[in-house]
Structure formats: C-alpha cells, structure tokens
T-cell receptor, first 120, second 115 residues
Framework: DARVTQTPRHKVTEMGQEVTMRCQPILGHNTVFWYRQTMMQGLELLAYFRNRAPLDDSGMPKDRFSAEMPDATLATLKIQPSEPRDSAVYFC??????????????????FGPGTRLTVL | DAKTTQPNSMESNEEEPVHLPCNHSTISGTDYIHWYRQLPSQGPEYVIH???SNVNNRMASLAIAEDRKSSTLILHRATLRDAAVYYCILRDVYASGAGSYQLTFGKGTKLSVIP
C-alpha cells in the first residue's frame, strides 16, 4: 500500500533553531505539496513542486522557510530560524496528474501523516 | 476563487446514511467540486470529486444540484471510522500553472458518529 511518509512525526525545538522536515512522496508521483495546519488558520498551502521544480511558494514566508526536492524521492522543508508562531502540523502531499472529466488533467493529492512542530 | 459554505458540525447515528451539504452559489462553469476528509490526527484524504453529474465510488456518493450551486456528499452507512472533518473544495479546471492543482481548504464540517 503506497503511502507518503514524513519524518520526524514530532519535533520540539527552541526558538532560533533550524528545523528540517522530510517527505518521501509516493513512488512515481511527480507533484509534491507542503501544507501547514493550525487551529486558527486551518490548512494552508505553503509550496508546490512539479517534476522537482518549485512552481508556487507564495504561501511560504520567504525569509525563514525554504523548500527543496533534492531528488524525486525526497522533499524537504526547512525553517531557519524557527519561531513560536511556526508551531503547527506540517503535511506533505504527493500526486500524479490523471485525465480529468473535462479534457484537463486532475491531480488527487495523497497526504502524509504530518510532522507536529512545537517551537518553544 | 469561488467560495464554499458548509455547516460547522453534524451528527449521525452509526449505520445510518449521512448527507453533508455544501453551498457554492458563486461556482463557475469550470469549477470541479472536490471532497476530502481528515480523520483525527491524520492528513486529509481524497473522498470524491465531480463536475456536473452525480458520482459514486466505494467511499461515498456526490450529488450535484442541477444549477451546480450546491452539492451533497452522501455516506450510505456511517461507521465510527467516518468521524472526521469533511472539506468541500472548488478547483477551476482551467486555472493556469500552479493554480490548476491547488486545493484551498476551508473550515469543513466536523462529523460526529454516535454508536
């Protein structure tokens, strides 16, 4: 049963420290998404990759967040320096475009279990 | 982006059908209707999607109003495992670039299933 995996599942760190979250997309999927979920804001899209190239990272604070795909099997999200307001659950999702209902392509997103980040 | 409106919460008895409504009065002709759900302490998972016609899959059915201004996700027999937050999301078929795959999640409907 193919699944998106994320590590670590939980991370507690102190303000100012660097945090790296990792995601292994489902083999063969060429799109990867990073989301953040908080009680106040709900689920927000941070960044989106297709064929390892970043297509949209407008939801990401540029000064401290960075997202990369070193290869097709690994996506990383880094926060440096981390702040208490970054505390959230970070989800990675992957997908593969499929034929849509209207002649377009559709991309069902498969989510990982998330990384719960607490910044003290 | 066209918006969706869902009730904050709903309750259902186990083994009974559940009808989860979603209003999207400003939907455009090129908007897909997607449903995802998020079980406690898990990432969201795809449930179903449609464009104009009603859709069925192993998880649920999607009934789309004739004017497409509303839709209903139908769980035919609720189980305890169906207790989750259900999100109704619109996506523009013809959105260009990254927007063509982006899903914008709202607050969703929290479904409680009573044994």
């Amino acid at each position: 049963d193919a699944r998106v995996t994320q590590t670590p599942r939980h991370k507690v760190t102190e303000m100012g420290q660097e945090v790296t979250m990792r995601c292994q997309p489902i083999l063969g999927h060429n799109t990867v998404f990073w989301y953040r979920q908080t009680m106040m804001q709900g689920l927000e899209l941070l960044a989106y990759f297709r064929n390892r190239a970043p297509l949209d990272d407008s939801g990401m604070p540029k000064d401290r967040f960075s997202a990369e795909m070193p290869d097709a099997t690994l996506a990383t999200l880094k926060i440096q320096p981390s702040e208490p307001r970054d505390s959230a659950v970070y989800f990675c999702a992957s997908g593969l475009p499929l034929p849509g209902l209207a002649g377009d392509s559709y991309n069902e997103q498969f989510f990982g279990p998330g990384t719960r980040l607490t910044v003290l | 982006d066209a918006k969706t409106t869902q009730p904050n919460s709903m309750e259902s008895n186990e083994e009974e059908p559940v009808h989860l409504p979603c209003n999207h009065s400003t939907i455009s002709g090129t908007d897909y209707i997607h449903w995802y759900r998020q079980l406690p302490s898990q990432g969201p998972e795809y449930v179903i999607h449609g464009l104009t016609s009603n859709v069925n899959n192993r998880m649920a059915s999607l009934a789309i109003a004739e004017d497409r201004k509303s839709s209903t996700l139908i769980l035919h027999r609720a189980t305890l495992r169906d207790a989750a937050v259900y999100y109704c999301i619109l996506r523009d078929v013809y959105a260009s670039g990254a927007g063509s795959y982006q899903l914008t999640f709202g607050k969703g409907t929290k479904l409680s299933v009573i044994p």
